[in-house]
């Protein structure tokens, strides 16, 4: 069996690194914090503390960071991957950033002999620690298939989106387009519904059956409703900074984005006045406008 690594054990990471481990890979992990490492510990994953010792033990490593300049310091420094991973293994960037910095990062990696999957994911915390994340994979099929055990271990969802690094990253800055403006008009549909005296549960009911009902709405419905606004694996900065990169490439292309523009505001708002709020604090900023709550 493979030996696997997972750099960053935070809400996504944690949920890989344990998925690989139900599925039989010996795993070892990195992270900063304390806690999170004590966590995987407990799951049954190896603890190193060194990048270049993961690097050498391992045939794969998920690099799960949060931002572009993160992932190129642990693939490309001293001590990092690319200069430490064997001949033939692979880095698996499941990070969500730039499709530049992706680029930029298949390019520098090609003379290294190490291979490279540009397969940023979805599903948050729950499709993690369920092991049903889908999949926006980057890469040649030769390098897809052999690391296809590993991808399945943590994904219910494989799309082969291309083999240029990159093509994932851009495929998830258009998913996260979306995503944002599902969010920030659900947002504002409970803060309507909620001034207009309307409950919680009737709204849940109603959207929950219609068309417009689907995972993005129905989950961030029932957290607005039963008022869970932090600890839910779901962090306002992570989506600021992913609609943040979708907005970047649209300038860059010269795309008009008129509603993920507005749901960059409304996230806006919400990480400034709620900084340690997940992504459904947002409607508060609004409740607090118009002076009313949505409770179930």
């Known amino acids: 069996m493979k030996n696997v ?59 799960m960071v949060m931002n572009g300049d993160q992932a190129k310091s642990i693939i490309f420094d001293k001590d990092g991957l690319a200069k430490n991973m064997s001949l033939g293994s692979t880095i698996i960037l499941s990070a969500t950033i730039k499709p530049s910095e992706a680029e930029e990062i298949g390019q520098s990696i090609k003379d290294t ?19 049903s994340l889908t999949l926006m994979a980057s890469a040649t099929k030769d390098v897809m298939d052999e690391n296809r055990d ?62 417009a009902g689907c995972g993005i709405v129905n989950n961030a419905l029932e957290k607005i409703i039963d008022r869970k606004f932090e600890g839910t694996g779901s962090h306002i900065n992570t989506m600021h900074k992913d609609l943040t990169i979708s907005l970047n490439l649209a300038e860059n292309l010269g795309v008009p984005m008129h509603t993920a523009s507005a ?7 919400g990480r400034t006045k709620y900084p340690n709020g997940d992504n459904w604090v947002c409607t508060r900023v609004i409740e607090d406008i118009v002076g009313a709550e949505l409770h179930r």
């Open 113 to 131: 002999g190490v291979k490279f999957i540009d397969t940023p994911v979805s599903g948050g915390f729950p499709g993690a620690q369920s092991g």
């Open 263 to 269: 749901a960059m505001q409304v996230f806006h708002a």
């Open 5 to 63: 690594g997972v750099i960053g054990l935070g809400d996504m990471g944690s949920g890989i690194a344990l998925n690989l481990i139900k599925n039989g890979f010996k795993v070892f992990g990195s992270d900063l914090l304390p806690a999170r490492q004590e966590a995987f510990k407990k799951m049954g994953g190896s603890l190193e503390t060194s990048i270049a010792t993961l690097g050498k033990k391992c045939d794969a490593v998920f690099v």
């Open 150 to 211: 590993i991808l399945e271990a943590i994904a219910s969802n494989i799309h082969h989106v291309g083999t240029e690094p990159g093509k994932g990253q851009t495929v998830k800055a258009c998913l996260q387009s979306l995503i944002g403006a599902q969010f920030s008009a659900t947002f504002e549909a409970a803060a309507l519904a909620a001034k207009a005296g309307i409950s919680g549960e009737v709204l849940h009911t109603v959207f929950s059956t219609s068309s």
